[in-house]
C-alpha cells in the first residue's frame, strides 16, 4: 500500500510509465487491488486543481488498460463504474474517464447493470459538441460495445435510449465516427421500435445522403469514399418505415446530383425499394420511373445507365414479385410494366432511331424480372418487331430492326438459361420461335442485315430445348446456301462462330451438311499468281475448315480429304497442269498442309486423345510424298521440295510424334532412323507415290543433292519431341551428335537444314546430358577453341559454330544443368573478339529466350524459374561490363547482351534491376543496330505498363528519351519502320506516365517534330504518328 | 451541352465495314500466315488516300449523342476526296436545322489538322442542301482566322476535346 501510494506520487509529479508499468505488475502479482489505488489516488481526485484531478484519473485509466483480465472482478467493475460515471461531469476528467470506460464495458465482469448506468450517464453528461474527435470516437466505441454485448439492457430502456442517442449523434460530421455510428445506427433501426422516432432518426440519418466525402491524399485514417457509402446505405435500408419520407429525398438527389451522387442514389435505391415495400412501390411508380428513364433515354454516362436499369428492374420485381402466383394471364399485368411497355413499344416504332437502343435495353431488362412480367414484355415487343420487319415500307430498316430483336433474343436466352432452364419449363420464346426464326432467315440472306441475322440465330441456337434437331438442320442449309455467295466475306467470322456453337450442340448437321460443301469449293489445281479473289476464298474455306473440323469424326474426314488434295497438287497427274510458274501451287499445297497442322495444334492443346492414330495414317503419307518428291527427279513434282512446305510437314511430324506414348516412340523412331541413316524408307513411307527402285535415300551423304538434304528438317521433327528414356537406334550417341554437329557446320546448305540439326541436338542434350558427358566436355575444351575462339577461321563458320552454341547451351540452361554456366562464360571470353564480338554478345541473350523446340509438349526437362536463375547469374557480371569505360569493345559487347538478354526474358526477371538498367538501355539506343534499338525500345514499352507519373521509373530520364525517340522516328533518320512505329508508341505513351512538370517542356518540340511524320511514307507510321501526337496534345497538365 | 437538342432522336445506321482497305485484297501474300514484317519493311510509299483520312475522322463523336459522325452517316468514305495536297471533307447534318453543324465542322477541322502533314490544304464543306445556313456554316469553317479565333475560346475547345475523345479508334468498337 506504502509502495502504491509512493508510485502514484512520482507519477503525480513526473507522469512517467514506469510507475504504470510497476503499479501494473504490483496488481499482477496480487500485492494491491485498484480499489486500493483508487484509495491511494484519494485526494487527487478530490482536489480543487483541475491539472491534479485529471492526472489522478489518467493515471487509473492508464493502470486500468494495462490489468490482466482476471485481476477485475465484478466487484471492482461496478466500483469502477460508478467512479468513472461520477467523473463524466467534469470537464477536466471526462477524457481519461471515458478512456476508462471504453475498457472497463468489454469485461467479462462488466454486467448490464452497469451498462444501463453507463449509458444513461453518457446521456446525461456527455456534451459531443464540446468534445473533439479522438474523444467522441471513444463514446461511439463504448455505445458500440454495449450494443454488442448487452443489447437487452439497451433494449429495456427503450424511448429513453432512443431519444438519447439521437441528441449525442446529431450532429456529427468526421468519416471515422461515422462508421461506427451508421453501425449502430442499424443496429437501432433493426431491433429498437422506432414508430415513435422515425422522423428524429429519418433526420440524422439521411442528411448525410449522399456522402460526399473524399479522402485526403495519403489519407491516414484507412476510411474510403465506399466504406462509408456502405454503412449509410446498411442505414437506409434497415428500416421500412423511412420510405414514404425517403422516396423524395432519392428522387431529388437523382435529378439534381452530378454523376456520382445519380449512381449512388440508383444503387441506394436499388438496394431500399425491396424494403420499403411492394405498396409503396406501386404508389410511387410513376414518379421513380419517370426520374429512371431520363438516366436510360438521356444517359450522363453508361455506368449510370446500367444502374438506372438495374433499379428499374428492382422496382419491377418489387411491384409484381408478390401478386405473381395470383395473376390470372399474363394480359392482367397492370401499372407500371405495362404503361412503360407501351411507351417503349411506342418508341420501337421507330426502330432505326437513336432512342430505339435504350428503348429495347429497359425492355430486355424486364424480361429478367418476374415471370409474368417476362412473358408479357416479350408478347409485346417480340410480335410488333416481326410485324415491322415483314412490313414492306420497312425494307430499310431491316438490319436495325434485326439488332433490336437479337437483344430481345438474347436477353430472353440468358434470363431462361440463368433461371428456369434447370426445372423443365419452356423456353420463353417458345411461342414466337417460327416466326423469329423465320425473320432472321430473311435477314441472313441479305448482306446488308446478314452479321445483325447471325447474331439472333446465335442466340436462338444458344437457347436450350427451343430448336428442335430439323430446324437447326434448316438453318445450317441457309448458311450454306449463304456462304457460297462470293459477297459473304465480311460475315464470315460470323458465320464460322455460329457453325462452330452448332457442331457442338449438333455435330452431325455440320458434317453432313457444310463440310462436303467446304472441300468441294477447294479447287483442284492453285489459281494464278493474280486471281486474288480466289485466293482469299480458299484461304477462308480454310481458316473454316480449320475452326470447325477439331472434333474427331470431322478431323478424320479432314485429313482424308485434304492429304489427297494435296497429293494431287503437288504430283500432278495430267500433263496440262504442269504450269510453268510453281510458286502459286506451292502456296496452295502450304496452306493445305498448314491447315492440317493448325488444326493438330488445336487438337494437340486441348488433349484430344485420337491425335496419337494419325502416326499410322497420316504420318506415312506426308513421308511417302516429300520422300517421292526429293527422290523421283520428276520435274512435275517438285512443288513438295520447296522448304516452306517441308517445315510445315516437319510442325505436323512433331505434333503427331509427341502424342505417342514411350514404347510407340521408340518403335517408331527406329524406323525413322533406319530410313534416313540407312535408307529404307519402307517402314514409314507409304502412300500413292511411288518412289523409284534405284532412288536412295541418303541425305547426310555429302553428295547429296539440296532437295534430300532439306528432309533433315523431317528426320529432326520425329527426334525433337520423344519422351527422355527413349532409346535412340545408335551405338554411341556422342558420337552420333558429333557426326550431326559436324555435318551441320560443313555440309549443310541452307538455314532449314541447320536449324533442324540444331534443334534435334539440342532436343537430346537436354534429354540424355547424362549419356553424354564427354561430348559435352569436348565442346568445351576442344570446339569452342578451334571452331569459334580461332580466329583463323572465317566469321561465317564461327557464327554458324556459335549458333550450334546457343542450341546446346539453351539445353542445358532450361534444365538448370550445372554446365551450362560453362558454356555461358564462355561466350563472355571472346567479349574482346572484334569479329564475333556482336555475334556472342546476342547470344547471352538467345540463349534464355523461349522457343518452339524445347517445350514440355515436346518433353523437354524444364526447371522453373531457369530464366531467373541464369539473369541473377549474368546480369550483374554484364552490367559491370557495360558501365566499365576502361575497356570500350567489352562495354560495348556488354550493352549489346544487356538488350539482347532483356528482350528474351519475362519482364519479371529484371523488373527489380529496372532503375540501375535504364541508364544503360538508353545507351543501347545509340548502338548502330535498328534491331538492338526497337528491341530497347520494345523494352520501354513493356516497362511502362504499370508506371504512372507518381512513381515514374524513367523521370530522371524524359529529356533524353524525348529526344531519342524523335529521333528515331524520322525516316530521313531511321529507315527501318519497325523502329520508328515502336519509337513512336513510346513518344505516344510518355506523357502517361511522367508527370507533366517535368516534361511539358519538350511538348511544342515534339508536336513539331511530329507533324514532320505525319507525312511518313508509310501508312502503319503515319497512325502511329497521328495516336502519338494527338496523346500530346491532349497533355495540359 | 445546355440549351436545345436540335435532333433528339436521329437516325442510327450500322457501320459498313469494318475499317480496311480494298487494295489490301489485292496487295495480299500467296503464303498463308506470312508474317506482315517482312511487309512493312519493304521499300514504296504508301499514299494518303480516302480511306485513311476517314479513319481519322469516322469516330469523332457527335455532340449531341454518344454516336459516332460515321454512325450517324454525317460522314462517310465517298464524301472524302483527296488531290494533290488537297483535301476536301463534305459532311451531312442530321437536320437541316442542326444548329451543331458549326461544332462538327470544327472537330472534323481541329482532328485534320492535327493528323495531317501541313502541306495539305483542308477544305471543308456541308453537303449542298442539307442544311439552311449551308453557306454561312462553310464559310465559318474555312476561314482560316475564325477557326484560329474559336480555338482559343477554352469553353469551345474543351466540347471539340470531348468529341474527338475517341477519335484514334477509327471505327474500332471502344474498349469495354
Redesign the interface.
Known amino acids: 500500500m506504502e509502495s502504491t501510494e509512493r508510485l502514484v506520487r512520482t507519477w503525480m509529479a513526473l507522469g512517467r510509465d514506469e510507475e504504470v508499468v510497476e503499479t501494473v505488475s504490483e496488481i499482477s502479482q496480487g500485492g494491491v487491488s485498484l480499489v486500493d489505488i483508487v484509495k491511494a489516488l484519494g485526494e487527487y481526485l478530490t482536489s480543487e486543481d483541475d491539472e491534479l484531478r485529471r492526472k489522478g484519473v489518467e493515471f487509473l485509466s492508464k493502470v486500468l488498460a494495462q490489468c490482466p483480465v482476471g485481476k477485475l472482478n465484478r466487484q471492482s467493475a461496478r466500483v469502477l463504474t460508478a467512479f468513472y460515471c461520477g467523473k463524466l461531469d467534469d470537464i477536466e476528467t471526462i477524457i481519461p474517464a471515458l478512456k476508462g470506460l471504453v475498457i472497463l464495458v468489454r469485461l467479462p465482469s462488466f454486467t448490464s447493470l452497469d451498462a444501463t448506468t453507463v449509458i444513461q450517464s453518457l446521456f446525461c453528461h456527455v456534451k459531443m459538441k464540446a468534445l473533439v474527435q479522438s474523444v467522441r470516437f471513444t463514446v461511439y466505441t463504448i455505445v458500440d460495445t454495449l450494443m454488442a454485448h448487452h443489447r437487452d439492457a439497451l433494449l429495456a430502456l427503450g424511448k429513453d435510449f432512443i431519444n438519447g442517442y439521437i441528441n449525442l449523434a446529431e450532429g456529427e460530421k468526421d468519416p471515422r465516427n461515422l462508421v461506427v455510428a451508421f453501425a449502430i445506427a442499424r443496429v437501432i433501426l433493426i431491433e429498437f421500435d422506432i414508430s415513435e422516432h422515425v422522423e428524429s432518426m429519418f433526420n440524422i440519418i439521411f442528411c448525410y445522403f449522399p456522402i460526399t466525402f473524399r479522402p485526403p491524399p495519403n489519407d491516414p485514417y484507412g476510411i474510403s469514399t465506399d466504406d462509408l457509402r456502405l454503412a449509410l446505405r446498411g442505414c437506409l435500408n434497415a428500416n421500412p418505415a423511412f420510405g414514404p419520407l425517403a422516396i423524395p429525398v432519392f428522387l431529388e438527389k437523382l435529378t439534381a446530383g452530378s454523376r456520382t451522387t445519380k449512381r449512388d442514389t440508383l444503387q441506394a435505391l436499388a438496394s431500399c425499394l425491396p424494403v420499403y415495400g411492394s405498396a409503396l412501390a406501386r404508389s410511387t411508380a410513376r414518379k421513380l420511373w419517370n426520374a429512371f428513364k431520363l438516366e436510360i433515354f438521356q ?1 450522363t454516362d ?1 455506368e449510370t445507365e446500367v444502374e438506372a436499369l438495374k433499379t428499374t428492374q428492382v422496382l419491377v420485381n418489387t411491384i409484381y414479385a408478390e401478386q405473381e402466383n395470383s395473376l390470372e394471364s399474363d394480359e392482367d399485368i397492370q401499372g407500371l410494366a405495362r404503361d412503360a411497355c407501351e411507351e417503349c413499344i411506342q418508341i420501337l416504332r ?1 426502330p ?6 435504350p428503348a429495347t435495353r429497359i425492355l430486355c431488362a424486364f424480361i429478367t424480372t418476374t415471370p409474368s412480367v417476362s412473358r408479357y414484355t416479350l408478347s409485346q415487343a417480340v410480335p410488333h418487331l416481326v410485324k415491322l420487319f415483314l412490313n414492306p415500307d420497312e425494307i430499310l430498316s431491316r ?2 430492326i434485326l ?1 433490336l430483336l437479337s437483344d430481345f433474343i438474347v436477353a430472353a436466352r440468358d434470363s431462361f438459361t440463368r433461371g428456369s432452364v434447370m426445372d423443365n419449363s419452356e423456353p420463353l420464346l417458345l411461342p414466337y420461335k417460327d416466326e423469329v426464326l423465320g425473320v432472321f432467315l430473311v435477314g441472313l440472306k441479305n448482306s446488308s442485315s446478314r ?2 441475322a447471325l447474331e439472333g440465330l446465335s442466340g436462338l441456337i444458344g437457347t436450350p430445348r427451343l430448336l428442335s434437331d430439323e430446324e437447326v438442320g434448316f438453318v445450317v442449309h441457309n448458311i450454306n446456301e449463304v456462304m457460297a455467295e462470293d459477297d459473304s466475306a ?1 460475315a464470315s467470322d460470323s458465320i464460322l462462330d455460329l457453325l462452330s456453337s452448332i457442331s457442338a450442340i449438333s455435330p452431325r448437321r455440320v458434317e453432313e451438311q457444310t463440310l462436303p460443301l467446304l472441300f468441294s469449293s477447294l479447287p483442284d489445281t492453285s489459281p494464278p ?1 493474280d486471281a ?2 480466289e ?2 476464298k480458299y ?1 477462308r474455306v ?1 481458316s473454316a475448315l480449320n475452326k470447325l473440323c477439331a472434333q474427331p469424326e470431322l478431323f478424320e474426314t479432314l485429313v482424308v480429304r485434304l492429304t489427297t488434295k494435296l497429293d494431287l497438287i503437288c504430283v500432278p497427274t495430267l500433263e496440262e497442269n504442269l504450269e510453268v510458274d510453281l ?2 501451287a506451292a ?1 496452295y499445297a ?2 493445305l498442309l ?1 491447315t492440317i497442322t493448325s488444326t493438330l495444334f488445336t487438337k494437340v492443346h486441348q488433349g484430344h486423345p485420337d491425335v496419337a492414330k494419325y502416326v499410322d495414317r497420316l504420318l506415312p503419307r506426308v513421308y511417302n510424298l516429300f520422300i517421292y518428291s526429293a527422290l523421283a527427279h520428276n520435274p512435275k513434282a517438285i512443288i513438295a521440295t520447296d522448304p ?1 512446305l517441308v517445315k510445315v510437314a516437319g510442325e505436323l511430324i512433331t505434333l503427331v510424334t509427341q502424342s505417342l506414348p514411350q514404347q510407340k516412340q521408340e518403335s517408331y523412331v527406329a524406323c525413322v532412323f533406319d530410313a534416313f541413316l540407312n535408307g529404307n524408307i519402307k517402314a514409314v513411307s507409304e502412300g500413292h507415290q511411288k518412289v523409284p527402285i534405284n532412288a536412295k535415300l541418303c541425305p547426310f551423304e555429302n553428295s547429296a543433292p539440296t532437295s534430300q538434304k532439306n528432309l533433315v528438317n523431317l528426320f529432326a521433327a520425329a527426334v525433337i519431341p520423344l519422351h527422355k528414356e527413349v532409346k535412340l537406334p545408335v551405338p554411341e550417341l556422342g558420337q552420333f551428335l558429333d557426326m550431326m554437329l559436324n555435318w551441320s557446320l560443313v555440309h549443310s546448305e541452307n538455314e532449314l537444314q541447320r536449324e533442324s540439326i540444331w534443334h534435334l541436338i539440342a532436343s537430346i542434350v537436354n534429354k540424355r546430358v547424362d549419356d553424354i558427358a564427354d561430348f559435352l566436355n569436348d565442346k568445351l575444351n576442344v570446339f569452342w577453341s578451334i571452331e569459334i575462339a580461332n580466329a583463323e577461321r572465317s566469321t561465317e563458320a564461327r557464327r554458324f559454330a556459335i549458333s550450334a552454341w546457343i542450341w546446346m547451351t539453351k539445353a542445358l540452361l532450361v534444365r538448370s544443368h550445372a554446365s551450362a554456366s560453362a558454356f555461358t562464360d564462355k561466350l563472355f571470353e571472346c567479349f574482346g573478339d572484334a569479329n564475333i564480338t556482336w555475334d556472342v554478345a546476342k547470344a547471352i541473350g538467345e540463349v534464355a529466350s523461349g522457343d518452339s523446340v524445347l517445350t514440355k509438349y515436346n518433353h523437354a526437362v524444364i526447371r522453373i524459374l531457369y530464366a531467373q536463375k541464369y539473369v541473377n547469374a549474368v546480369l550483374p557480371r554484364i552490367v559491370t561490363g557495360a558501365k566499365n569505360a576502361s575497356n570500350e569493345k567489352e562495354q560495348t559487347a556488354s550493352l549489346v547482351a544487356l538488350t539482347a538478354l532483356i528482350k528474351s526474358i519475362p519482364k519479371a526477371a529484371y523488373a527489380y534491376e529496372m532503375s540501375s538498367l535504364i541508364p544503360l538501355l538508353i545507351r543501347g539506343l545509340d548502338l548502330p543496330d535498328n534491331n538492338i534499338r526497337s528491341n530497347v525500345i520494345d523494352t520501354f514499352l513493356t516497362t511502362a505498363e504499370g508506371d504512372s507519373p507518381d512513381k515514374s521509373l524513367v523521370a530522371e530520364h524524359a529529356s533524353t528519351l524525348v529526344h531519342s525517340m524523335v529521333k528515331n522516328c524520322v525516316v530521313v533518320e531511321m529507315p ?3 523502329v520508328r ?1 515502336a519509337a513512336l508508341r513510346y513518344l505516344g505513351i510518355l506523357p502517361r506516365i511522367v508527370r507533366y512538370d517535368i516534361l511539358h517542356p519538350y511538348k511544342s518540340t515534339v508536336l513539331r517534330e511530329l ?2 511524320v ?2 511518313d ?4 507510321v ?2 502511329e504518328a ?2 502519338a ?2 496523346a500530346w ?2 497533355y495540359n497538365g | 451541352m445546355a440549351g436545345e437538342i436540335f435532333n433528339p432522336n436521329p437516325i442510327v445506321f450500322s457501320p459498313t465495314k469494318v475499317s480496311g482497305r480494298n487494295s489490301d485484297l489485292l496487295a495480299q501474300s500467296l503464303w498463308i500466315n506470312d508474317s506482315d514484317e517482312s511487309e512493312d519493311e519493304a521499300e514504296g510509299i504508301d499514299a494518303i488516300d480516302q480511306d485513311e483520312i476517314f479513319d481519322l475522322i469516322r469516330s469523332i463523336y457527335d455532340p449531341e449523342h454518344p454516336n459516332t459522325l460515321e454512325e450517324l452517316r454525317v460522314v462517310s468514305a465517298p464524301q472524302v476526296s483527296v488531290g494533290n495536297n488537297h483535301v476536301t471533307v463534305e459532311f451531312t447534318p442530321t437536320v437541316p436545322h442542326c444548329g451543331m453543324s458549326t461544332l462538327i465542322g470544327l472537330s472534323i477541322r481541329v482532328r485534320l489538322l492535327r493528323s495531317l502533314p501541313n502541306r495539305f490544304k483542308v477544305d471543308i464543306y456541308v453537303k449542298p442542301g442539307s442544311h439552311q445556313s449551308e453557306h454561312a456554316v462553310n464559310k465559318q469553317l474555312n476561314d482560316k482566322e475564325r477557326v484560329a479565333a474559336a480555338l482559343e475560346n477554352p469553353v469551345l475547345l474543351d466540347t471539340v476535346e470531348q468529341c474527338l475523345v475517341n477519335a484514334g479508334l477509327r471505327g474500332q468498337a471502344p474498349p469495354v
Do not use: Y
Open positions: 444517359p453508361a421507330e432505326e432511331k437513336s432512342q430505339a437502343k438490319p436495325a439488332v452479321i445483325q465480311d499468281r486474288a479473289v485466293r482469299a484461304f480454310l510458286e502459286p502456296a502450304h496452306a498448314k516452306r527501318s519502320t519497325r512505329i507533324s514532320k505525319l507525312d511514307p508509310k501508312r502503319s503515319r497512325k497521328v495516336d501526337r494527338t496534345f491532349k
